[in-house]
């Protein structure tokens, strides 16, 4: 049986499109405070930096941050893998797609430089933080997308895919690549397979606890999700 064709993809930037275990946080965070323990799990920047600091962050740590996340992700702007191929196959079937990020604007624009087509700005800054549905339908909203029918959101961040959830997209997570694990290709691939099976059955569970539709490694993989999800749809299946 034929499948349906998506209707949009949406995307997190950093640890999907770019940035291989989405290091761009973190490392910034690192480097600016390297004897304080980083906080777990995926936040945004604002939201980190409180968490580590043990409260509000003033005015000059902000900008510090900001200026590190800048040049970290100058180091980071390298596309994951998959991610070339699918976006020329977007393109060339003209499915609109649109990436979506929780850093500032300049390392946002530094990451999307990587991109094969990349987008002048990303969609839905100004909204209400993840894991409000807000972004979502203002991303699609500025892809003149009329109908929420067939839109796939794609991330490894959980608070992206609760906002996807929340605005009545499909979902496909992202374990190996995105904040779960957080490591960097080379440390990936430097795991023993029984350390890498381990940590990526934890992401992909966590992933899958929160609703995703489907669970994969990369956007290498993401074929088969595609397909399921337009099955899922020629058969009256909503999300």
């Known amino acids: 049986m034929p499948h349906t064709a998506p209707t949009a993809l949406l995307f997190e930037l950093s640890g999907c499109l770019v940035d291989f275990g989405a290091r761009t946080l973190p490392v910034s965070l690192q480097r600016l405070h390297p004897d304080t323990e980083l906080p777990a799990g995926a936040h945004c920047p604002e939201q980190a930096l409180s968490e580590l600091l043990g409260r ?59 991109l094969p087509a990349p987008l002048a700005a990303g969609a839905g800054r100004n909204a209400r933080p993840w894991p409000a549905p807000d972004a979502c339908w203002q991303a699609l909203s500025q892809l003149q997308v009329e109908r929420l029918d067939g839109c796939i959101l794609v991330s490894g961040n959980p608070l992206l895919l609760r906002a996807g959830l929340n605005a009545g997209c ?56 595609l397909a399921d999800i337009g099955m899922r749809r020629s058969k009256g299946e909503k999300p």
């Open 170 to 225: 499909w979902t496909i997570g992202l374990a190996a690549c995105g904040p779960l694990c957080g490591l960097a290709p080379a440390d990936w691939q430097a795991l023993s397979g029984s350390e890498r099976e381990r940590l990526r059955a934890q992401a992909t569970l966590q992933l899958y606890r929160l609703g995703s539709h489907s669970v994969i490694d990369h956007l290498g993989e993401i074929g088969p999700s």
């Open 56 to 114: 509000p962050p003033q005015a000059q740590e902000r900008q510090a941050l900001q200026q590190m996340l800048a040049t970290v992700a100058d180091e980071h702007a390298e596309l994951t893998p998959g991610a070339a191929p699918l976006l020329q196959q977007l393109q060339a079937q003209g499915t609109p797609w649109a990436w979506l990020d929780s850093l500032p604007a300049d390392a946002s624009a530094r990451l999307a430089e990587a």
